[in-house]
């Protein structure tokens, strides 16, 4: 049952480095660029801070997948620092997925109050590409979430006594 | 020797231990402040408003004015934000309640379910604080690239009071950060006072560990 336990653990953790970096990958490719009105228009990931910032904090969480994968396993002592590290990439993670999604929803929407026009229109192979590295990398936090959770039931199932 | 190590944590435990009971007053300081925290942010952001008159065009002598309004329903990071930090504010609140009340439940299941909860509510807030933040940094700086104009030169007390409901999210987003490692120690150990768990010498050595 443990050993099924941590399977699951070591799959989820390896599930969420491959969602992290699918979502820098994707992300980092992202440019595109059209000429208005003899205006050269043109969107890279880089223009704006909530994209790098998105892009840092899945560094951040693909290189700690990979480093709880290869050093540490159930039985080391440092399991409550894990967690504690888990709740911690969680957060992280969290917060850049909404950021970047905040943003995003700006340049595809606009703000009619603020007069920011969508850029969607205008670079749409950006928006696509961006798109599809938020989908990745709310994945990510979806599937850390779960391995929060599973983690937690990991412990308490020796601690809450079952009754039959 | 059976005495002398007797001795020594029952001299740890005297001088730091909290009260007899289960009742741990230093997440219960802590939650409090969080609380404070996040519903000064809920309030601030919530009553978040200006009202501008700006002159836009004039013709001949005549100026038209036309008058703006900088709400905070305007964004919904904003929305999403004041939501989020009512609901934290409400999670702390409760809790606050049943660790007061905690000897009428069922304690471990009470304390797993404290600890779910508190993870839950910091993945809340950090969503909720950073979508805030880099909306608040768009507002502020603009972006060239996409042609957005800043809007806090234009409405400077919307602004301000922006920052300091963040400043107060973020506050309570430390301090919610915490309570949810205190908490999941708590779990492991939960009979023990909390200063104890810090002891290092409960841990292994550090180059065991990875045995």
Known sequence: MTKNKSIFIILLRLLALGATVAAIAVMVTSHDSTVVLNLTFSAKYSNDPVFKYFVVAEAIAGGYSLLVLFLFSKQSKLWRLIIILDVVVTALLISSISAAMAIAHVGKKG???????????????????????????FAAAIIYLLLLLSSLQAILSPVIALNP | MALQTEGKPESVSGTMALKKGNKNWVVLVLRVVALLATASATIVMALNKQTKTLVVATIGTTSIKATLTAKFQHTPAFVFFVIANAMVSFHNLLMIATSLFAHKFDYKVGLAMVAILDMLNVGLISGAVNAALFMAQLG????????????????????????????????????MLIISSISIIKLAKPDQPIFTLFNLDLYCNFALCFL
């Open chain 1, 111 to 137: 703000n009619s109050h603020a007069g920011w026009l969508p850029i969607c229109g205008q670079v749409p192979k950006f928006c696509d590409h961006v798109t599809g590295s938020l989908i990745a990398g």
């Open chain 2, 140 to 175: 502020k700086n603009g972006n060239s690239h996409a042609r957005w104009d800043k809007i806090c030169d234009k409405f400077e007390i919307f602004c301000n009071h922006g920052a300091g409901a963040l400043i107060a999210s973020f506050v309570g987003l430390a301090l």
